[in-house]
């Protein structure tokens, strides 16, 4: 089956440790990201990190299992799929905070995914559905941190 790989970015007028750590945060995480209704570390993680494992669920009720693969403070994280379920057989994201200035960062989210049989045929449709919630994800983060003088930060 064809992997399905896309990337969208939006600049946050916030320090770039402080959107990694914001978005790291999964007692904040409900707050800006309006795509999921469901978003927990599981296996008695109190904090993200590489082979720590998370369940979310989107608003439409798709959950899906991920680990941490890759966890790079204050620069990059990176999930895959731990088993294959729902619509994908196999899926991937990273999302890279690339500091611009002290006060300006680039947030760009990468996704790559194949998707189970028989839904090939619709693997434009979910792509473009896709990247329409990883739009207005990254709005939504934008809009939070830029309208919240005071966030919690990770000592």
Not at 3 to 12: G, T
Not at 37 to 53: F, M, N, P, Q, S
Not at 109 to 129: D, I, N
């Amino acid at each position: 089956m064809k992997q399905i790989r896309f990337a969208e970015s939006i600049q946050i007028a916030c320090p770039q440790q402080r959107v990694f750590d914001y978005t790291q945060d999964y007692d904040q995480r409900l707050v800006w990201d309006t795509f999921l209704r469901e978003a927990i570390l599981l296996d008695g993680a109190k904090e993200a990190a590489k082979g720590v494992k998370s369940w979310c669920v989107s608003r439409h009720g798709i959950g899906m299992e991920t680990e941490y693969v890759s966890f790079n403070r204050p620069a990059v994280v990176a999930v895959k799929l731990t088993r294959p379920m729902n619509l994908f057989r196999t899926f991937a994201g990273s999302w890279r905070f690339e500091q611009l200035t002290t006060e300006l960062t680039n947030v760009i989210f990468t996704y790559s995914f194949t998707l189970r049989f028989p839904l090939a045929p619709f693997a434009g449709l979910v792509r473009y559905l896709l990247v329409v919630n990883v739009r207005g994800r990254l709005r939504d983060l934008k809009n939070t941190l830029e309208s919240r003088p005071v966030l919690p930060t990770r000592n």
